[in-house]
């Protein structure tokens, strides 16, 4: 099952999120629990506050409650986990995790790429992109967690 573009209301959704937090094999979380805090001065910091002034614009003029990225799960589909692994791996050094996740929500299936335009809340597929993402909102289970060779 692949992550669509735009936002949908998903439940029982499978998709993957890599992180280098331990996460319960079973337990339900929700993403109002997720609360992240961005060094201010930092690119990562001036990144994300222009995502989310472009959300809020976005929000007003087309009536859409966007998940914002300060507070949602980050996931993926099946096909792109290696490379989001990876990049992720190469920017921070730590152990990653990879946990297969059940998810019940607001899941907005975007390109990482469209952070540099105006178009990562209205994504369309016109460019060669390579960064699919979700956003997801809402509850998740953790339904087990994978190896990386199992992504190869």
Sequence with gaps: MSIDLGLHTVNGKIAYHITDEVLVIGKVYDTKDIDRQIGEGSDKFHIEKVAEIYRISQRNIHNKD???????????????????????????????????????????????????ADMYWEPTALFDLQEKEGVFEGEYKIVKQCDINEFQ
């Design 66 to 116: 966007c998940p914002s990225r300060y507070s949602s799960l980050f996931v993926c589909d099946e096909e792109f986990v290696y490379y989001w692994y990876y990049y992720f791996f190469n920017r921070v050094g730590k152990t990653l995790r990879i946990y297969q996740v059940e998810l019940e929500g607001e899941l907005l299936g975007t390109y990482a790429d469209y952070l540099k």
